[in-house]
């Protein structure tokens, strides 16, 4: 477990992010928002999927409209991302979001800035400011000439202070950039610094292979230094992709303990089974289980169990046949051709174990 740097717990919905050592993941729907049910269905995958914050863009009427019913249907916090326009902001909140993603700097007259922060503190709702290395302020751009970690802090800190002002401290801080090395550099520096949670990002990160590789070298160093209190990995592709790798990540530092964990070798000639195919049907099968159960599958019997000896339970293949194992100790033997229904039945019963205790 890698410990939180403590930060001030803000309420967002009927959570809490920061101030624990608890990592809350988020990801983004790709949906028109105004299409509640197109998007009301793809926020029920995620929340099946793990996802516990979920945001939507409210760019339009229509959108901030919807959110009403969207918050009807779903059954985590929602979060309105919104662009310079107060007006929409004060409409979502009015509608019942839980969190809204602006920057105050960018609203405009300081009227409207004091109209959204009123809004915020009556209904007890965040504010998350996005500091984003591709859209820094122009001043900033002037001053340090490009974008930079030190500006996008320095960024981050002028919209704080604005909302700080207006004595509003429910703020949750992002400072996203593609480049992994200055988001590692924007955050670490910005956590020496701000108070308040650090939502984690790498922006733009790319593919779900790529994206992956880089959104995990970027909020993995972070997190291993105790920063982060919520992650969102941005990807281009379907967001439950999102979850499922933010969900892996936080398992990776234990700071996630609602999920089993897959072991699977990476083969060698001494493999006589479909492995991969395997180890893709039971990782599938494994990820709807909420508790901490580790199970292996493993190409041979022979480095195979002891491998694996953390493991709750595995399979080790061989010729014709598995041999089901549980931390280490072999169990039994099953022909392969329903050796992954055996291991599924093993798993389930170590699960209703574990629910009971
Ligand atoms: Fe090779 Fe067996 Fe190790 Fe898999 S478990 S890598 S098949 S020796």
Redo the contacts with the bound molecule.
Sequence with gaps: MYLRHQTRPVKVGNLVIGGSDEVIIQSMCTTKTADVEATVAEILRLEEAGCQVVRVTVNNDEAADAIKEIKKRIHIPLVADIHFNYKLALKAIENGIDKVRINPGNIGKREKVEAVVKACKEKGIPIRIGVNAGSLENHLLEKYGYPTADAMVESALFHIGILEELDFHDIIVSLKASDVPMAIEAYGKAAQVIPYPLHLGITEAGTLHAGTIKSSAGIGALLSMGIGSTVRISLSADPVEEVKVARELLKTFGLITNAATLVS????G??DIDLFSIANEVEEYISKIKVPIKVSV???A???PG?AREADIGI?GARGEGLLFRYGKMIRKVPEEIMVEELKKEIDAIVVAYEAT
């Design positions: 070798c990476p083969t060698c001494r493999l493993l190409g041979c022979v480095n195979g491998e080790a």
